[in-house]
Nanobody, 125 residues
């Protein structure tokens, strides 16, 4: 089982990045997927997720209107399109997946069992 996150990098404020997460070893069908981030000295926080049972999406308030999460079950991948990036978005971004019965935003990050290795996003001029 492996989740591989990619697409991070250095971008100026107002710029865009698209994170990808390729999953191998199991099918994402029936799994909730999510993106989390952790900045230095801060706790890991949920950025966005997609529930498995109804496809509902969740975004933390600070990224609403700027980030878009998506998934492609046929390709076994998930994505995070990040627009109008701000310096406070700087963090290591992780993709995650888990079989969850309820809406994905009701679960803590510790309840996601499958994780990618993280990709660094730095927003700076």
């Amino acid at each position: 089982v492996q989740l591989h996150a990619s697409g991070g990098g250095l971008v100026q404020p107002g710029g865009s990045l698209r994170l990808s997460c390729a999953v191998s070893g199991f099918s994402l069908i029936g799994y909730a997927v999510g993106w989390f981030r952790q900045a230095p000295g801060k706790e890991r926080e949920r950025v966005s997720c997609i529930s498995s049972h109804d496809g509902s999406t969740f975004y933390t308030d600070s990224v609403k209107g700027r980030f878009t999460i998506s998934r492609d079950n046929a390709k076994n991948m998930m994505f995070l399109q990040m627009n109008n990036l701000k310096p406070e978005d700087t963090a290591v971004y992780y993709c995650a997946a888990e079989r969850l019965a309820l809406r994905c935003n009701l679960y803590q990050y510790s309840e996601f069992g499958y994780w990618g290795q993280g990709t660094q996003v730095t927003v700076s001029s």
